[in-house]
């Protein structure tokens, strides 16, 4: 695990220095880190207000995004598991889209983020519940399939009715997934939300570990093996709620890396947390980086960018685990 | 060691007086649906009791931690398994999670003893089943508790590894452990085991593997060679 997150931390501390320094002002890097120090002037505002928040963001949602595939990967012993497939992000997305609809989001800036919490531990709460009912692996993910859709459902339905047309574009560009014309009270509303559910995500590794060897030999190693259902349940919650509700639905992250870093960290579940909150981050800011070289004009959304990119990858892994089988 | 005192549950067992002692191995036969992996459920608490009791070193099962239970009890359960393609040796690590360390040197033991040494770097992914089955036998001895409980470990391994797994079992015994094993191969079970268990309907039905048994238990007529059942016919 140790070379794992080395390997990581510099080209995430890269790619994170190339975000925050690099943008379509030419200051140079020196004049915005003077800015963000005094924040005095022009440099000032761009590095306090612009690059700031959205370098913050990218490896906060990032990671949120990153642990919470690669916990529930863990519990559900499944590769194909991740908050977008089990649902938990599109619910996160509809609380969010209902926090617009409403007007709640209008009448205070954190209720937005409290209705996609909210959102994703109905979903995460349903799975746990199914999950301690007995379910199955397979009936776990066709109850993340089920959920996800009827969250897109009530989306749509939200937009067939949304009262004018500005909310409509609003929710969905939202939905969408994007890092721009964020502030830092979105940062710093969703750091520390996003740092306990990676925490408790953490606090969980021993028994995922456990659970490789199947729940009943996890319980006789001495696992409370539903206390660690319920510290991933909620850990996926608080964190991927967080990230979805400041940065929209960004699909695939946590189903692509955990999957890429897992070779690297012994196949071992809890040495793949924190390298896999790692790699989100360095995801997520690279594809950020990306939507704003490829298209300074930000027509481009970066939830589309990773789903055009961890699509494929997920065809592929399902090729792959069908030859394996 | 483990005492049932007429034990039943919900599902699988019906008043069930056994005990599992120390120094020996206990085989557990029965058809299927006896009881026989209800048995050991209820000896780890996965089972919820509606009758009867489960003593563990003369304290009550509901006395027990967690995890003081789990470093006295190793369980090896059917068809044991590994959902992710671990190194061998850190599979066997597991075995450790209850005394919250990695003790190097009980991992390196066990999988001596499970004759598992050779292969400990490899992924659990390119084992065979044989290797496989000792690797998770590694597990259970790495935990170095006084019982353990093994649930069918003989199912889908060939003739030489079936030997070889019981040989190993009788080793444990021989350190002082309670062993408790269910079969249901029966050859194995009467040249192996130093104690029968017969399960019907979830009763103790027999403590031997006699004509009559075979005969009312499993509806089979067996022949004998040196004290060795071998399944024959139906009745």
Known sequence: MTRAIVALVLPTVAFAALSFFVGPSHLS??????????????????????????????????????????????????????????????????????????????????????????????SAGLLYLLSRQGAGVMALVLAGVAISSLATALTALALS??????????????????????????????????????ALLASAGRGLDALTLGEEAAHSLGVDVAGVRMRVVVGVALATGAATAAAGAVSFVGLVVPHLLRPFTGYQ?????????????LLVTAS????????????????????LLGAPFFFWLILKLRREA | MIVFDNVSAAYGLNGVGARFEAGIVTGIVGPNGAGKTSLFRA????????GGAVRIRDRALKDWSREALARTIAYLPQGGEAHWPLPARALVALGRLPHRDRDAKAIDAALER??????????????????????????????GAPVLLADEPAAYLDPAHQLRLM??????????????????????????????IVLHEGRVAASDLSDRTLAQVFGIEALRSEGTVVPWRLI
């Open chain 1, 29 to 122: 890097a020196s004049a915005i880190l003077g800015g963000l120090f005094d924040g005095q002037g022009i440099a000032g505002t761009i590095a306090r207000e612009i690059r700031l928040p959205r370098t913050g963001l990218a490896l906060v949602v990032g990671s949120a995004l990153g642990a919470s595939g690669a916990a529930l990967q863990g519990l559900f012993r499944n590769p194909l598991a991740e908050p977008g497939i089990t649902g938990v992000t599109s619910c996160a997305g509809l609380g969010a889209v209902l926090a617009l609809y409403f007007g709640f989001a209008a009448a205070s800036p954190a209720l937005l983020p409290a209705f996609a919490i909210l959102g994703a531990l109905a």
């Open chain 1, 161 to 198: 009715f949304a009262h004018n047309p500005y909310a409509m574009s609003e929710m969905v560009l939202w939905m969408m997934g994007a890092l721009k014309d964020r502030t830092l009270s979105d940062l710093a509303f969703a750091a520390p939300l996003v740092a306990a559910g990676i």
């Open chain 1, 269 to 281: 579940p809890a040495r793949l947390i924190l390298p896999s909150a790692l790699g989100g981050a």
């Open chain 1, 288 to 307: 950020d980086l990306l939507v704003r070289t490829v298209d300074p004009g930000e027509q481009l959304r970066l939830g589309v960018v990773t789903a």
């Open chain 2, 43 to 50: 000896a780890l608490g996965l089972l919820p009791l509606a």
């Open chain 2, 114 to 143: 499970a004759d598992a040494t050779a292969f400990a770097d490899r992924s659990t992914s390119e084992l065979s089943a044989g290797e496989r089955a000792r690797v998770l036998f590694a597990r259970a001895l790495a935990t």
């Open chain 2, 167 to 196: 040989r190993l079992l009788k080793e444990e015994a021989a350190r002082g452990t309670a062993v408790a094993v269910t079969l249901h191969d029966l050859s194995l079970a009467s040249r192996h085991c130093d104690r029968a």
